[in-house]
């Protein structure tokens, strides 16, 4: 399984990024989609997350700017961020709790993290 983030860059404050992140390989289904963002000298922190069936949970220093949204058909989760500040600059990380079936055929449920795509906002 791989999750495979884009979107980030360089971007005044004010100004929006629409991050993407796709989840392929051999799954069963993909549970929770989110992402995530660690600035330097911090600990990685929740953004936003989504369940399956569309349960939204966001940081309360992004709500009512940044937009979590799904695809299951195509297992893709995209973060829209408006507003963008210079304390939202980080590296963001999708991540995805997927099925997937393990050597010996056993259904398993597994967390996946993406590689991080750097967001720069410049004040």
């Known amino acids: 399984v791989q999750l495979q983030a884009s979107g980030g860059g360089l971007v005044q404050a004010g100004g929006s990024l629409r991050l993407s992140c796709a989840a392929s390989?051999?799954?069963?289904?993909?549970?929770?989609m989110g992402w995530y963002r660690q600035a330097p000298g911090k600990q990685r922190e929740l953004v936003a997350a989504?369940?399956?069936?569309?349960?939204?949970n966001y940081q309360d220093s992004v709500k009512g700017r940044f937009t979590i949204s799904r695809h299951n058909a195509n297992n893709t989760v995209t973060l829209q961020m408006n507003s963008l500040k210079p304390e939202d600059t980080a590296v963001y990380y999708c991540?995805?709790?997927?099925?997937?079936?393990?050597?010996?055929?056993?259904?398993?449920?597994?967390?996946?993290w993406g590689q991080g795509t750097l967001v720069t906002v410049s004040s």
């Open positions: 991540n995805a709790i997927c099925q997937i079936q393990d050597s010996r055929g056993f259904v398993r449920t597994r967390l996946y």
């Open positions: 390989g051999s799954i069963f289904t993909v549970n929770d």
């Open positions: 989504t369940t399956r069936d569309g349960t939204i």
